[in-house]
């Protein structure tokens, strides 16, 4: 019997769990789609996907492109880049089309030359090239899978560039606020910027600037690009607000902190959170050297940014802005 053959396959403690599991499914215990049931299931339990397949194999059933799909995922994610080849060679020579699930699961823990090898073999999309932006590990990998999509004009979203500054908060990336602000200009995407984009910059760029790793110059170039994406959407968040506030904090930017403060009181009638008061009174307990930001606000991609959207807040003076504090 086929559920009997599938029970086979996994630990005696799972048998009850993936008995009750394929009774719930409503398929009948024959074809493929039953045994695909039981290869997601394994797949999710870590339980033997391989030993699952083969004894399908064996049973006589055909897989089809979900069963190829569940499989290379499996062994994808642990790695097992031997094995995932040759199934992917097993299913071209059965005459399987791949989909994009396919080349999705593909892209799981694959090289950057791996990579550029499948796009120029099947046609790339922008959910694929952002799941295997999560795989990235530096930041020449992260521009290559953008130059990837540029070379097979791939259109890039908002949720594009929100994985892309996620991944680059993770590993650290230097530059990485600056390249984004520059795409979103060459791509005429900064009327589309949400608060979700917002709140993940501000969020790398002030644990950018708190790492140790940069220094006062770089620190400068975090905290021009920050305030410049944050101004490029227009809100009364007070999330983001904090969030700013954090970023002038981690760069010790004390006198800009006390204009932008003005700013956010001015426009939200002197309410402010106790978080923002927190950000704010470290603001004040930071930076002792002051450096002249001559270059403030005035880098081409930004200047252009700002020329194309209204102005969102009362911008101060250059007068004003031109001195920060950082530690």
């Not at 990579?115 to 952002?130: G, P």
């Not at 230097?174 to 910059?201: C, F, N, P, Q, W």
């Not at 994406?229 to 506030?245: K, S, T």
């Amino acid at each position: 019997m086929c559920l009997d053959t599938i029970l086979k396959c996994v630990g005696p403690r799972s048998k009850n769990v993936l008995r009750s599991h394929l009774t719930k499914s409503g398929l009948r215990p024959v074809g493929v789609a039953y045994w695909n049931t039981a290869l997601s299931w394994c797949s999710k339990n870590n339980e033997d996907v391989g030993a699952m397949y083969q004894q399908m194999r064996r049973a006589g059933v055909s897989p089809s492109v979900v069963t190829f799909n569940i499989v290379l995922r499996a062994f994808s994610k642990l790695g097992r880049r031997e094995v995932v080849n040759q199934l992917f060679s097993h299913m071209k020579s059965t005459r399987i089309n791949p989909n994009e699930d396919t080349i999705s699961s593909l892209l799981i823990h694959t090289s950057i030359d791996e990579f550029e090898k499948l796009t120029e073999q099947h046609s790339l999309t922008v959910t694929q090239a952002s799941k295997y932006l999560q795989t990235c590990t530096s930041f020449p990998d992260m521009k290559q899978v953008v130059e990837r999509m540029n070379a097979f004009e791939v259109p890039t979203d908002v949720i594009f560039w929100c994985q892309f500054m996620i991944v680059a908060g993770r590993i650290k990336a230097k530059g990485a606020l600056s390249y984004v602000l520059k795409e979103l200009h060459d791509r005429r995407m900064a009327s589309s910027i949400t608060e979700k984009l917002v709140s993940v910059a501000l969020k790398y760029a002030s644990e950018l600037c708190g790492s140790g790793r940069l220094s006062e110059a770089e620190i400068e170039a975090v905290v021009i690009d920050a305030e410049e994406l944050y101004r490029l959407r227009p809100h009364n968040n007070m999330v983001l607000h904090e969030q700013m506030m954090f970023v002038f904090a981690a760069a010790g930017c004390r006198i800009r902190a006390e204009v932008f403060v003005d700013e956010v009181l001015d426009a939200r009638g002197n309410t402010r959170t106790p978080t923002f008061s927190r950000a704010f009174s470290l603001t004040r307990k930071t930076g002792h050297s002051e450096l002249h930001l001559s270059s403030y606000h005035s880098s081409e991609h930004t200047s252009a940014l700002r020329r194309s959207e209204a102005p969102i807040h009362r911008t101060p003076s250059s007068k004003q802005r031109r001195k920060v504090h950082l530690f």
